[in-house]
């Protein structure tokens, strides 16, 4: 079994930052950040390889969002700065266990979830 526990939501002004931290206890191969924006369907973010760190990104975070992972505190991060409105939504934590590579943007390659985290970026 894997528990999530996101932290680090908030508000903040377009063209800000904010970090978010996911807290990950249980074996995972895959760690993804998927957001959901009101009245839009949850959306990939970005995923990171537990082992090994290789990342992915949506097109529209690249530059500017970096997912990273500390294997020693079990937590996965993800650094957004230059945020726009557009970023606004609830951000979810996912993992996998048997996630694969060619499903690592999709919802339904993960099997964990966390309680999500509100993040607002106001003009």
């Known amino acids: 079994q894997v528990q999530l526990a996101e932290s680090g939501g908030g508000l903040v002004q377009a063209g800000g930052s904010l970090t978010l931290s996911c807290a990950v206890s249980?074996?995972?191969?895959?760690m993804a950040w998927f957001r959901q924006a009101p009245g839009k369907e949850r959306e990939f973010v970005a995923a990171?390889?537990?082992?090994?760190?290789?990342?992915y990104y949506t097109d529209s975070v690249k530059d500017r969002f970096t997912i990273s992972r500390d294997n020693a505190k079990s937590t996965m991060f993800l650094q957004m700065n230059s945020l726009k409105l557009e970023d606004t939504g609830v951000y979810y934590c996912?993992?996998?266990?048997?996630?694969?590579?060619?499903?690592?943007?999709?919802?339904?390659?993960?099997?964990?979830w966390g309680q999500g985290t509100q993040v607002t970026v106001s003009s």
């Open positions: 996912a993992a996998g266990t048997r996630t694969i590579q060619s499903s690592v943007r999709q919802a339904s390659g993960y099997t964990y």
């Open positions: 249980g074996r995972n191969n895959y």
């Open positions: 990171i390889r537990w082992n090994g760190g290789h990342t």
